[in-house]
């Protein structure tokens, strides 16, 4: 059954602690992403990697870092330097660096208290 | 990347046709429009994309016209399952897929 999933679907944390969320895809796909959505808002890109071992920096990057070692996964940690870290954050993966039909996990909402 | 408006809301009733106006006035001539749709704590889920004229699958039809400055995605005999936020984005195949640029979108809301 392929797919992208992410976990935990719940996350709570105290502040000033890092934070790591997880996504795998089982879909082939060679780019990778991560959105963050705030409530009533549309979805901001984090972070982007088009292929392993390469990763850019998207829109509201800072406070956030993230690793490519295998196609399949595309872990992202929330550091203590986010300053509003509370969200619910998105995973998506697509076959290719151009490709407009992007595949999204069922999210993490991350609580900061 | 081309910035997109649409409407915050839109109410309609079960059984009817209803379209959604995106406006894209900026659009590059590589860029492509893509319809994506999200139910409350999910994540957004592909519903269509097309360059030009017309495209048809079996969830939607997606009109362009020849300006292509605006399109409008039509949902025909939407039930109340099809109550989400719908986004219109842009952007090119050579480059625009890597930053997808979400906006608020349109909150559809169907009722009985």
């Known amino acids: 059954d392929g797919g992208i999933t992410q976990s935990p679907k719940y996350l709570f944390r105290k502040e000033g602690q890092n934070v790591t969320l997880s996504c795998e895809q089982n879909?082939?796909?060679?780019?990778m992403y991560w959105y963050r959505q705030d409530p009533g808002q549309g979805l901001r890109l984090i972070y982007y990697?088009?292929?392993?071992?390469?990763?850019q920096k998207g829109d509201i990057a800072e406070g956030y870092s993230v690793s490519r070692e295998k196609k399949e996964s595309f872990p992202l940690t929330v550091t203590s330097a986010q300053k509003n870290p509370t969200a619910f954050y998105l995973c998506?993966?697509?076959?290719?660096?151009?490709?407009?039909?992007?595949?999204f996990g069922p999210g993490t909402r991350l609580t900061v208290t | 990347l081309a910035k997109t408006t649409q409407p915050i809301s839109m109410d309609s009733y079960e059984g009817q046709e209803v379209n959604i106006t995106c406006s894209h006035n900026?659009?590059?001539?590589?860029?492509?429009i893509t319809w994506y749709q999200q139910f409350p704590s999910q994540g957004p889920r592909f519903i269509i994309q097309?360059?030009?004229t017309k495209v048809t699958n079996e969830v939607a039809s997606l009109f362009i016209p020849a300006d292509r400055k605006s399109s409008t995605l039509s949902l025909p005999r939407v039930s109340l399952s099809d109550t989400a936020v719908y986004y219109c984005?842009?952007?090119?195949?050579?480059?625009?897929?890597?930053?997808?640029?979400f906006g608020t979108g349109t909150q559809l809301k169907v009722e009985l």
């Open positions: 990697s088009q292929i392993v071992n390469d990763f």
């Open positions: 998506a993966s697509a076959r290719s660096v151009g490709s407009n039909e992007q595949y």
């Open positions: 984005l842009v952007g090119g195949a050579t480059g625009g897929g890597n930053k997808l640029t």
């Open positions: 900026n659009i590059a001539t590589n860029d492509y």
């Open positions: 097309g360059y030009k």
């Open positions: 879909l082939n796909h060679d780019a």
